[in-house]
T-cell receptor, first 111, second 115 residues
Framework: LAKTTQPISMDSYEGQEVNITCSHN???????ITWYQQFPSQGPRFIIQ???TKVTNEVASLFIPADRKSSTLSLPRVSLSDTAVYYC????????????FGTGTRLLVSP | EAGVTQFPSHSVIEKGQTVTLRCDPI?????LYWYRRVMGKEIKFLLH????????ESGMPNNRFLAERTGGTYSTLKVQPAELEDSGVYFC?????????????FGQGTRLTVV
């Protein structure tokens, strides 16, 4: 399972776009990139998953460059409720295998 | 549809006592995982069930921890005897055995405090 590196923390204000970048230099050919969000006193929650280029859903966008050695989670127009820890995970068959969580990025959104 | 349910949400026990945590996965999910986060550390994998079978228990810290999944439905994680370092939040997750790269659904966790 590829190791990931992401910033420990980020600060933002309501209404801004937030981009969290994750490095995964040793990503394997079959690996997918998955992001989870965790609020205090809750379990992690799946946000988005991608393999290459760009993926968008109702919550976020995921940008993956051609070399796939990094990825960027983009949260458009954040609100106070987006304050959470965001985890970047890399692996294959992520529904069937254990997830390897790193330190995550603690995002604080202020008014 | 009900999500992953964990019980209890909090547990405070004395060192040396026994505690049993329960996880009810989403109905029909064959995969069930246990994770935990101890104070100040990252979320770590404990073990993985596929139905009633242990697929991977490489993350279990020692033989004081026993996990079961009777009939491939709910799972229990027993800690006996509990030690101070077992304090933390224990998460359960489940996923369907349908296709690769699906998401895992997590419960809200059980906060265990050993005093």
């Amino acid at each position: 399972l590829a190791k990931t590196t992401q910033p420990i923390s980020m600060d933002s204000y309501e209404g801004q776009e937030v981009n969290i970048t994750c490095s995964h230099n040793n990503i394997a050919t079959n690996d997918y990139i998955t992001w989870y969000q965790q609020f205090p006193s809750q379990g992690p929650r799946f946000i988005i998953q991608g393999y290459k280029t760009k993926v968008t859903n109702e919550v976020a966008s995921l940008f993956i460059p051609a070399d796939r050695k990094s990825s960027t989670l983009s949260l458009p127009r954040v609100s106070l409720s987006d304050t959470a820890v965001y985890y970047c995970l890399v692996g294959y068959n992520t529904g069937f295998q254990k997830l390897v969580f790193g330190t995550g990025t603690r995002l604080l959104v202020s008014p | 549809e009900a999500g992953v349910t964990q019980f209890p949400s909090h547990s405070v026990i004395e060192k040396g006592q026994t505690v049993t945590l329960r996880c009810d996965p989403i109905s029909g999910h064959d995969n069930l995982y246990w994770y935990r986060r101890v104070m100040g550390k990252e979320i770590k994998f404990l073990l993985h069930f596929v139905k009633e079978s242990k697929q991977d228990e490489s993350g279990m810290p020692n033989n004081r921890f026993l996990a079961e999944r009777t009939g491939g439905t709910y799972s229990t994680l027993k800690v006996q005897p509990a030690e101070l370092e077992d304090s933390g939040v224990y998460f359960c997750a489940s996923s369907p055995q349908i296709r690769a790269n699906t998401e895992a659904f997590f419960g809200q966790g059980t906060r265990l405090t050993v005093v």
